[in-house]
């Protein structure tokens, strides 16, 4: 029997007290019932009420403190908070909304005006730029918290997809033939950069990975392997081992020498002290392995010479040291401990602040004598190897072995060596 016909059936079988009792049980069941079906239809979220920000207030609060001519706030004040330009601000807005809809204005059902793409990016701007939590922005932006999340998922993944093929590619031959020069004139010919890891701690790493992701630093971390060049401008950049590993572990998986090791790579020819070279090297620290693209320093130099090496190459290495300083000043959401839960994003949230890096570092370079145009080379590249020949198989084999020969390591530091003090002792 239903409950309604059961309240029919005491109804007509009960006194006057025991029928009003029954009455009121019978509103009461109706009342809640009615609320029910008004809370089912009342929002996508069940129990969430609509909060009215201002939007567009909102908006033209933004655009007249930053974008208007002339703002209320001048542009050193834009660059400190935006951490660029207010030119490249608006030329990666451009191109953000017209890659993804999600960031372009429009009208919801009620046919009320949404967020806009300012409001959007200037809260994925402010969570990069200063590390601050998605609610933080609420009264500053008029967003909400899951809007500002999924802005910021949008936001980098659209970075990546854009700009990654211009800001995040390997040396072509005329950057190299830069660098080269560049390293000349420091004194290590043949010098492409520096090479490095840094650790991105993890404070959301889930319980059953701490153990995997924790090595020295005894908590949590991340590893990124990144070469850095003279100008803290970042070629190669390999994200996401636990931090459990260490630079050889990292160097082992990383694509730092594919296109070198398959025979793509631009050539790198130079000459120091009577003895030819045809690959570039990376100064690198005392833990990488003594192979030929690797220059390290002398642990215990002794002898004016070596003395005088070890602190120039120490000097030099500091390069990517500087660039990794660099990208956690600018962006601080790297350099604080990461509260996102799943790997992929902490991956495509540190992609892109290198591509805004390197994008920042080519629009507020100075212009002297040097050419810095880092203009991507459209040429066609030479066929991938192809693992089905065995003739290029053994040359892939042969590559590998020349680039971990330790007595071209060997050869070429002691090279370094007389040439760098050769060249102090002419200054």
Not at 109 to 134: D, E, F, H, P
Not at 249 to 259: G, K, Y
Request: proline share 4%.
């Amino acid at each position: 029997m239903s409950r309604k016909a059961l309240l029919n059936f005491l109804l007509l079988d009960s006194d006057d007290d025991d029928l009003e009792i029954l009455t009121v049980i019978a509103m009461e069941e109706e009342r809640l019932k009615s609320e029910r079906e008004v809370v089912r239809h009342r929002g996508s979220v069940q129990g969430r009420r609509y909060i009215d920000r201002g939007t567009i207030l909102g908006h033209e609060r933004i655009f007249r403190d930053y974008f208007a001519e002339p703002p209320v706030y001048p542009p050193k004040y834009f660059r400190r908070r935006f951490r660029m330009t207010r030119s490249l601000f608006l030329r990666i807005q451009a191109a953000v909304e017209a890659h993804d809809p999600y960031f372009v204005q429009t009208r919801n059902a009620a046919g009320k005006l949404g967020l806009s793409s300012l409001q959007k990016m200037t809260a994925v701007m402010r969570i990069l730029a200063y590390g601050v939590s998605a609610d933080f922005l609420d009264e500053i932006v008029r967003i909400g918290e899951s809007t500002a999340l999924e802005s910021l998922k949008r936001f980098v993944i659209a970075v990546i997809e854009i700009f990654s093929d211009e800001y995040l590619r390997s040396p072509t031959s005329d950057d190299i033939a830069r660098l080269l020069a560049v390293g000349e004139r420091r004194g290590f010919p043949g010098m492409l950069g520096s090479i490095d890891c840094m650790h991105w701690k993890w404070k959301n790493c889930p319980t059953a990975w701490k153990g995997m992701y924790s090595g020295h630093i005894r908590e949590p971390t991340v590893i990124l392997e990144a070469v850095a060049s003279y100008d803290r401008w970042i070629w190669h950049s390999y994200f996401g081992l636990p931090g459990g590993n260490n630079d050889i572990n990292m160097l082992e998986r990383s694509s730092v020498f594919t296109e070198l090791a398959q025979g793509r790579a631009p050539p790198a020819n130079y000459s120091i002290n009577g003895h030819n070279y045809t690959m570039g090297y990376y100064l690198a620290d005392g833990i990488y392995p003594r192979w030929s693209t690797f220059v390290k320093t002398i642990p215990h130099p002794q002898g004016n010479k070596k003395k005088y090496f070890a602190a120039a190459q120490e000097s030099a290495r500091k390069d990517v040291e500087c660039a990794f300083g660099v990208l956690q000043a600018r962006f601080a959401v790297i350099r604080q401990p990461a509260r996102f839960w799943g790997r992929s994003m902490l991956k495509v949230v540190m992609k892109a602040c290198i591509i805004m890096h390197n994008m920042i570092i080519e629009d507020e370079r100075e212009d002297d004598a040097q050419d810095f145009e880092y203009e991507r080379d459209d040429g066609p590249l030479p066929e991938p190897v192809s693992h089905e020949h065995t003739t290029e198989l053994m040359e892939f084999i042969r590559r590998q072995h020349v680039i971990r020969n330790r007595e071209t390591h060997s050869q070429l530091q002691s090279d370094l060596v007389e040439h760098l003090w050769e060249r102090h002792s002419q200054s």
